[in-house]
């Protein structure tokens, strides 16, 4: 099923590993292995680490070409402006594969966002269908028991005490024989 594809690739690419393939997707989802405890996938635990080093990075090139600048040194300042043009490309360079994974990863919500609102949709449907026929049938008791002048709803609490008291006499013994 489609919405079952993108939910394991969701899954697949937020959780780091792949799907249970027990159960329905519902039960998959309440059952995930982020829910149960399992370690995910350390996505941006590097992250700050690298930031603060490329920024470090960035002002000590920046500071070499001032230098250089200040000290009248054209040599020193071509030299701190290429580092700082280098490190801003690294920086860019390495980024690219983490942009087109989010890209990715968005996609797939996207998907799953769409096949979830049409499965809302159907529910949504279903549920007024169901209200609907609930209704019909309280009316129609209603009007069978304006006919029957209140008989139908006293046979009706009768026969409900009387499953009352079944069930009651099932559990009692029941508890008696554990």
């Known amino acids: 099923m489609h919405d079952e594809r993108s939910l394991m690739e969701l899954e697949q690419t937020s959780l ?14 309440g059952r ?36 250089g600048v200040a000290a009248n040194n054209q040599i020193l300042s071509v030299i701190g402006l290429a580092a700082t043009a280098l490190t801003a490309l690294s920086i860019v360079l ?4 983490s942009m087109r994974e989010l890209e990715r990863r968005c996609e797939v919500l996207g998907r799953a ?18 209200e609907a026929e609930r209704a ?7 009007w069978i028991d304006e006919q029957t002048a209140g008989r139908l709803r006293n046979l009706l ?22």
């Not at 390495?94 to 594969?97: G, L, N, R, V, Y």
């Open 16 to 29: 780091g590993g792949a799907p249970d393939e027990k159960g329905d997707s519902v039960s998959r989802l």
């Open 32 to 67: 995930s292995p982020a829910s149960m405890g399992s370690a995910r996938r350390a996505v941006g635990c590097r992250a700050p680490a690298l930031f603060i080093a490329a920024e470090l990075l960035i002002v000590l090139t920046v500071g070499v070409a001032a230098y």
């Open 94 to 97: 390495s980024a690219w594969p």
């Open 113 to 130: 966002r769409h096949e979830l609102e049409v499965v809302n949709a159907e529910l949504e449907r279903r549920n007024a269908d169901l």
């Open 136 to 142: 019909a049938v309280v009316d129609g008791f209603d």
């Open 157 to 178: 609490e009768a026969a409900g005490i009387e499953l009352a008291d079944l069930a009651d006499m099932v559990l009692d013994d029941a508890d008696e024989d554990v």
